[in-house]
């Protein structure tokens, strides 16, 4: 980061890194930057790829896009304008891969975005998977934001059938109480 570069009350905004030189990479986590360089290691890189290439032989045929890194993704905390938000991440990729707050998580930033994501369940403990809504706790109130239904939903079985009973039954329950 250029040596010009000051933070505003000891904390660094959206706005801020917008002004930042394209050539570096940085993340902002909470107001402070981390420097992304030197660039990720060949084995990173190796795995990257493996990844991607199977979510893009996955999605081939479907009405759907596989991204890669770098793009920002911003995680603002409440309702403040987006130049303000001072959490800026560069995820590689972005999949939820669980259920409730991993999905809407994910789900919320892709949105954000305006980037298709997909889930990949891990247990029948929520109606969430498919929706096109998330519904955070913010400030202590559950709130219902719009967002975008993902473009897949993955689950294994296997995996499904492993999950407490109990986290069965609250998604049964979920899913019932909506009618």
Known sequence: MSPQIKPKNNSFNYGDYLNWPED??????????????PAPSRAHQKILAAVLTKFYSF???????????????????GEEEPQEITTVVQPDLVVAV??????????????QLGIPYLVVATAASMNGYSSANVAPTMGGVKMLIE???????????????QAPYAMTAAGFGDTIGRR
């Open 24 to 37: 570096e990479r940085w993340e902002l986590i909470d107001g402070v930057p981390y420097n992304l360089t």
């Open 59 to 77: 999605l081939e045929d479907k009405d759907c896009e596989v991204y890669s890194a770098p793009f920002d993704v911003r995680l603002p905390e």
């Open 98 to 111: 669980g259920s409730g707050v991993i999905n809407d998580l994910s789900k919320w930033a892709a949105f």
């Open 147 to 161: 967002a975008r239904a993902p473009r897949a939903v993955i689950a294994e079985p296997r995996i499904i059938e």
